[in-house]
């Protein structure tokens, strides 16, 4: 196996581990505010469609790091779904009002 | 053309926007608490891994690709870097204490 193909590899397990840490600090704090639900929703979308193309064609690494990452993205805008309506996203902080 | 590289073509369209809206958000609230700095950190390390095996390769789409989200999740990883230490992530939402 060539170096580069070792960097390919390197390259699949970051992509497909990345989104682990946000699924952890999402479960945690069950406080999605900060992420665009828009983002998350394309992002599923996009995932889904490479896991068909990938079935289509037979390219199994592809499936396979897809479905992996489609459980960590999925549960991101599960929980971001969840979110209670109160939490309307902050405008620009501004200085405080006095008083407050 | 067949009806599967267009699903590609969608896909790949999909997976390289979805951080625009992200970036949009963060940008105009400056809010990025509930963004987990991890998970931006590994997802930026893995799209330039996939753009320098995309270049070794001679894959230009995939470079072309990863330079587009590069520019994305270089930005929410920006506004991360910037995000004041004040704002600690609170801990998992409890009820308000009496007089709150």
């Given at each position: 196996?060539?170096?580069?193909?070792?960097?390919?590899?390197?390259?699949?397990?970051?992509?497909?581990?990345?989104?682990?840490?946000?699924?952890?600090?999402?479960?945690?704090?069950?406080?999605?505010?900060?992420?665009?639900?828009?983002?998350?929703?394309?992002?599923v979308?996009?995932?889904?469609?490479?896991?068909?193309?990938?079935?289509?064609?037979?390219?199994?690494?592809?499936?396979?790091?897809?479905?992996?990452?489609?459980?960590f993205t999925?549960?991101?805008?599960?929980?971001?779904?969840?979110?209670?309506?109160?939490?309307?996203?902050?405008?620009?902080?501004?200085?405080?009002?006095?008083?407050?």
């Open positions: 196996m060539s170096a580069s193909d070792y960097l390919g590899y390197v390259a699949a397990l970051c992509s497909t581990s990345a989104y682990a840490p946000q699924v952890i600090k999402a479960w945690r704090t069950r406080r999605t505010k900060d992420i665009s639900l828009k983002a998350f929703s394309v992002l979308t996009g995932q889904c469609l490479w896991l068909t193309y990938g079935y289509l064609k037979g390219e199994w690494p592809l499936v396979a790091s897809n479905m992996v990452t489609l459980c999925g549960t991101i805008l599960y929980l971001k779904w969840c979110e209670p309506p109160d939490c309307k996203p902050e405008g620009r902080r501004s200085a405080p009002a006095l008083g407050e």
